[in-house]
């Protein structure tokens, strides 16, 4: 699965040994593009990524560089779960994940979804507003509250918004099952 990041990210993610392309070359897997941004809390390294068409977004907290460097493990396990709070449906939580083997990354970014992806670091960090440890927040639980926000996309009317929640699972049901195939 192909992920857009930031210059500062792709600097952490070489020190961790991956390639970084500088344009996207492959075809994207089924589930679609992300972009992603490193930002740091309380002292604490957090990745934050965010789904190109359905604005979903995941946020990795406290990670260390040898986290970093299993990265693919860490996102699939936040994904699935993050779907799993959310209550998807198993068979759908399994195709997503399932989309894809391992993560790649280019340098190539959307100013548009960089703009959402930083108002979900900034949600991110609200949760430590009230003196709150960013390493006692629940992960799971945080990445769901950051797909239940309404966000805009460059293009959409003025009162227009999309339910990143809401717009993955529609996301989800599109693509064919394990047994399936696309027509």
């Known amino acids: 699965m192909r992920i ?8 952490k993610l070489k020190k ?13 897997s089924a589930l679609g593009d992300w972009h992603a941004n490193i930002t740091t809390i309380q002292r604490r390294q957090c ?4 789904h190109d068409q359905t604005r979903f977004s995941l946020a990795l907290i406290g990670m260390t560089q040898k986290e970093i460097k299993e990265l693919t493990f860490w996102f699939s396990d936040m ?21 894809f083997s391992e993560l790649s990354f280019d340098t190539q970014c ?19 507003w009230d003196g709150t ?23 959409m009317r003025e009162l227009d918004c999309l339910w990143p929640a809401k717009e993955m699972l ?11 195939t696309l027509h």
Request: hydrophobic share 35%; glycine share 6%; with cysteine.
């Open 47 to 50: 990745l934050v990524f965010t």
């Open 16 to 28: 961790a040994g991956f390639e970084i392309a500088d344009s996207a070359e492959e075809q994207p």
């Open 110 to 128: 959307s100013r548009s979804v960089q703009g959402t992806l930083r108002n979900m670091i900034w949600d991110l960090e609200s949760f430590t």
């Open 170 to 180: 529609k996301l989800l049901e599109q693509l064919p099952g394990p047994h399936e």
């Open 79 to 99: 994904l699935a779960n993050t779907m799993l709070k959310q209550g998807y449906p198993v068979e759908l939580m399994e195709r997503a994940v399932s989309s």
């Open 133 to 155: 440890q960013i390493t006692d927040l629940a992960p799971y639980s945080i990445s769901a509250s950051l797909c239940e926000r309404p966000c805009s996309i460059k293009g």
């Open 4 to 11: 857009h990041i930031t210059k500062k990210l792709a600097e």
